[in-house]
Each structure stands twice: as structure tokens, then as C-alpha cells.
């Protein structure tokens, strides 16, 4: 099986292509604003690295979020016009659940949060197998960390955006090949269905329900 | 000679269209995923809503636009896309699906100018004739181009505000006109009758325009009357505001076409609907001996048939972008 993972859903962008489980090479850049330009090109040298073509891809796997609602549109729009033009299924996931796989196993749970701004983050609470001890959402940080008080184990942020705070945190360097070894055989869906994850309403639609 | 087969893509605002043209004048198909019905409810396009809108629909509007034509990526030729001006959450949308495209079909990826695009539609009525005057105006837009050939653009002025479908919108607004307006204005304006004296905008010899002074004569003039318990007839209303948005136009229009010493006037954008405006335009140039082309009402709004029309003539000019080509929120025309 050889599969395309792309994540643009933070300032940085990860990409890789794997053959059976075994990653062939990857990409992870620091992009901030340059995300648009620079995906693409990106891309495509990672597919000549490996000496292989667009065509030749069975799966697509593409993060949709949460994260920077910019940067998930740009990475599930590639997938889907990508999925759509090799009649292909795509596995969407989760940034919080790719951020919770370490290669660090003294951890009994990750804590993966993304900056929301205003105090707010994206987070969840995942044990070492990946299961949510506590479900993505938007919660505000200081929340997320009480919560991390309760558990019974060693815990540990992961995140890429600055935070003030006395709890440990990991910076997050995924491990692509990892990633894909645990969720490329869950079963893909239809490009047409797939979107963004961005776990927040607009302000527009916010407004608009307070207002009902 | 060969066909060339332009698919365009389209998403600079509230509007998802792809659409197949041949030889940048023979539609065969064109696809449009509107969102007004969405943005509606806001009162105005709300971009993130709309750049949500785009991503859940994208694939769809390709697939729905390649089916009608019975063509598949392999008989394209070029992707041509807008990547600006416009919404830059709107418009990465369409831009990365055309890069990816391109990416994975090894085809030239063309970059095309939203207004340029605009001016294109009047190549899908009749082959545009050179040298001519373009009239662009449009809910972002109002400017005056000359052309002297095909792909040479010449801005000669623009609105030094408010676009004047914007202008439009916002007085609808006052006048409790639902959102878009504009259309709507455009209808009570032909129901009533100039009673109202409002100020002529930037009444100059230029080719600039200015349209925000009489945006908030007609607002100060709505609070006034209010104010003294009287009523407004919004039909009068509407119709002293476009005659003199109307006047205005078609004045600095025509100096244009005497300046420049054409005989070929095309309109282009949303406004280009605009019936009054229109009508004015036509009676002058029939009196002129101007050729005056106005696109029907499907190509004046956004759509990605112009798109691919424009597309075409910048693929014959060698206008060819890598994949690091990026939205613009804004782009003069001559820079591009």
C-alpha cells in the first residue's frame, strides 16, 4: 500500500509518503504565512524524492482539524481534488490524535492543545493507546490543565504554540511514519463528504445563535 | 489547428464555478455553486463562511461541471484560475484545487485577474473587437480599461471608494432593502420617479469615480426626513440615486471613448445587470455609433466561463504559473 499524509493545519506543514507501513521520505517545514505557496512545491518535490508519481498513490490521508482554519482548508482542498481525480477515499484525521502519538512511551497520557486564541485552545486528553480520555473540544486552556491534575498518571502537553504554563510541554514533531501505520487502514470516505474539522462555529454564526 | 480545451475555476468571493471553454469562446459547460442564500441571512458575505462554503463544494462543482461536458481531466489542455483580486480565504480555495490539479495532471496552471476574467465574458457573446473602452463594474469594482489588443490592459481610473454595487448595497441597506440589494434597488428604481435632489459624484473631468459622498447624502437624507416625520417613497428614492449613478457613469464612459478615439464599449461585472445603467448606455451609444456589448446576466455575475476565456488568451501570451503561485486580496490589473 503506498499512501500520501499531508498536515497543514498548524504553521507547519508535515507530509510523507509511505510504502507498506515503511515511510519512503517526508517533509516538515515551518511555514507560517507561506503555507499556500509553498505546499504545493513542496509536495511535489517529495514526490520526485521518491521517484514516484501522483498516480501512483493508493491512499490519501489528510489532517482536518482543528487548527488553523486557513491552513485545514488548504490541506483537505489538496486531498480532495486529489482523492477525486484518482477516484480514491481519504482518511481524515484528527490533528489532536496525531499529535498524541510520542515515540516517548514514559507518558500515560498526551495532552494535545492548539493555540484558539483568547485563552481558548483545541485539546483532548489521549491515553498511550490513543483513546480519548477526554474528547477534542474547545475548551479554554486553564480548563484543560485542571483536568490534567485529575488523571492518575504521568501527563504531558504537546504543542507547537507558546503557552505560559508550569505543566511539561513536548514541541510536536510528528512521527509520520507512526501515524500512518496506526490509522491508514481505518476505512476512507468519499472526498465529496469530506471537511474540515474546525470544532468552532464562526463569529458571524456565534452571533447570529446568541442573537436567535 | 488544434482545440484548446481551458477548464477555469472560479472562487474569489461567495461564488464555487468551474467551467470547460474551448478556444476561450465555446462554453461547454459551466458549473456554479452560489452561496447567497447562506450570506443572506448576514446581510453580506461573511469571508469565512464563504471560504467554508468553497471547500465543501469544490470537488462537487469539478465533477458536476466535467459530467455535463463528458470531458475528462486528460482532455484539458490548461487550468486557468482566479487568484485575485478578491476574498484570499475565498480565493485559496480555488487556487489550491487548480494547483493540485495541475500538479497531478502535469498542465500548464494559468493565473488569471478576477476583473480581467470579467472582461473576457463579452468574449463569449462576440469575438472582443480592438482597440475598446472596458467598463467594469461590480460589487468590488469600478474602473474604466482601454484595450488596445487582446490581453493589453490599460486602467484609466477607478472608484476612489466605494465600488459602486457596494454603493448599491449599502443604500439598500438603508432603505430596509433585504440583502443583495443592489438588484432590488435596481427594480424600485424603475417604479419610481427623480424627485429626489442628490448631489452628482465627482462631476470632474477624470476617469476617477467616488461613490461613498453620495452613499451618505442618500443616509443623511433617509435620518433627516425620519427625523421630521416624514415618509420616504423608496421608489423616488431609488430612482434619483441611479439616475445620477447612472449619469455619472455614462458621462466618464463616454469621454473615455472620444478620448481614446474607440468605437467599441464593453461592460463587464455584476452591476453590468443593472437595467437603468443599461438602458443609458445603449441609447448613448446608439446615438454615438458605438458598438456596445453587454454580456447576459449569467456572465455578469461571478462564474468561472470568464475565467476560462481570459484564461485562454493569457495561456496564447505565455502567462504560465508554478505551484508556488498565491491568492491576491489585491492586484491592479496593469501589475498582473
Given amino acids: 500500500m503506498k499512501t500520501f499524509y499531508l498536515d497543514t493545519s498548524s504553521s507547519y506543514l508535515f507530509a510523507g509518503i509511505s510504502v507498506d507501513k515503511k515511510i519512503k521520505n517526508e517533509v516538515k517545514l515551518k511555514l507560517d504565512k507561506e503555507l499556500s505557496s509553498f505546499t504545493l512545491p513542496q509536495i511535489k518535490e517529495l514526490f520526485t524524492s521518491c521517484n514516484m508519481d501522483p498516480k501512483d498513490i493508493d491512499k490519501i490521508m489528510v489532517v482536518n482539524g482543528p487548527g488553523s482554519f486557513t491552513g485545514i482548508r488548504i490541506g483537505v482542498t489538496i486531498a480532495k481534488i486529489y482523492a477525486y481525480s484518482m477516484k480514491k477515499k481519504i482518511v481524515p484525521l484528527s490533528s489532536l490524535k496525531a499529535m498524541a502519538i510520542l515515540k516517548d512511551t514514559s507518558y500515560d497520557y498526551i495532552v494535545p492543545m492548539i493555540d484558539a486564541r483568547r485563552g481558548y485552545v483545541f485539546g483532548a486528553i489521549y491515553d498511550k493507546e490513543g483513546t480519548a480520555i477526554l474528547k477534542e473540544q474547545y475548551i479554554k486552556r486553564s480548563a484543560l490543565e485542571v483536568a490534567m491534575d485529575d488523571l492518575p498518571g504521568k501527563s504531558v502537553i504537546v504543542s507547537n504554540d507558546s503557552f505560559d504554563t508550569e505543566k511539561e510541554v513536548l514541541p510536536y514533531n510528528a512521527d509520520i511514519e507512526e501515524i500512518i501505520c496506526r490509522y491508514e487502514d481505518l476505512e476512507g470516505i468519499n472526498p465529496h463528504a469530506v471537511e474540515p474539522n474546525y470544532l468552532k462555529l464562526t463569529e458571524a454564526e456565534e452571533n447570529k445563535q446568541k442573537n436567535a | ?336
Fill in chain 2, 1 to 336: 489547428m488544434k482545440d484548446t480545451l481551458i477548464l477555469g475555476i472560479e472562487s474569489s468571493c461567495d461564488e464555487t464555478s468551474c467551467s470547460l471553454v474551448q478556444n476561450g469562446c465555446v462554453e461547454l459547460a459551466t458549473v456554479i455553486s452560489s452561496q447567497i442564500d447562506i450570506h443572506k441571512d448576514y446581510g453580506g458575505v461573511v469571508p469565512e463562511i464563504a471560504s467554508r462554503q468553497h471547500v465543501k463544494n469544490i470537488t462537487m462543482v469539478l465533477d458536476e461541471c466535467l459530467t455535463k461536458a463528458n470531458k475528462t481531466m486528460d482532455d484539458v489542455d490548461a487550468i486557468a484560475v482566479t487568484y485575485g483580486p478578491g476574498l484570499i480565504g475565498s480565493l485559496l480555495i480555488g487556487l489550491e484545487a487548480a494547483k493540485t490539479l495541475a500538479f497531478i495532471y502535469h498542465k500548464p496552471l494559468i493565473p488569471v485577474h478576477h476583473i480581467k476574467g470579467h472582461i473576457y465574458a463579452n468574449n463569449l457573446v462576440k469575438r472582443l473587437t480592438f482597440p475598446l473602452i472596458a467598463l467594469v463594474v461590480s460589487g468590488g469594482h469600478t474602473e474604466l480599461i482601454y484595450m488596445k489588443e487582446d490581453y493589453s490592459f490599460q486602467k484609466l481610473g477607478g472608484t476612489l471608494d466605494d465600488a459602486v454595487g457596494e454603493c448599491y448595497d449599502k443604500v439598500a441597506r438603508v432603505l430596509d432593502i433585504p440583502y443583495p440589494g443592489g438588484p432590488l434597488l435596481d427594480q424600485m428604481a424603475h417604479q419610481g420617479k427623480p424627485t429626489y435632489n442628490l448631489p452628482i459624484p465627482l462631476n470632474d473631468d477624470s476617469f476617477q469615480f467616488s461613490f461613498s459622498g453620495l452613499k451618505s447624502a442618500v443616509i443623511n437624507l433617509v435620518h433627516n426626513e425620519l427625523q421630521r416625520g416624514n415618509e420616504i417613497n423608496k421608489e423616488d428614492l431609488a430612482c434619483s440615486f441611479q439616475k445620477v449613478v447612472v449619469e455619472v457613469i455614462t458621462k466618464k464612459t463616454m469621454k473615455a471613448i472620444e478620448d481614446y478615439d474607440v468605437k467599441n464599449l464593453i461592460v463587464a461585472g455584476g452591476v453590468a445587470a443593472n437595467k437603468g445603467l443599461r438602458e443609458s448606455l445603449t441609447k448613448t451609444c446608439e446615438e454615438k455609433g458605438i458598438d456596445l456589448t453587454i454580456p447576459p446576466i449569467k456572465y455578469c455575475t461571478d462564474n468561472a466561463t470568464m475565467i476560462a476565456s481570459a484564461g485562454y488568451y493569457a495561456y496564447l501570451h505565455g502567462k504560465v504559473a508554478d505551484l508556488s503561485l498565491n491568492a491576491k486580496s489585491s492586484v491592479p490589473i496593469e501589475e498582473d
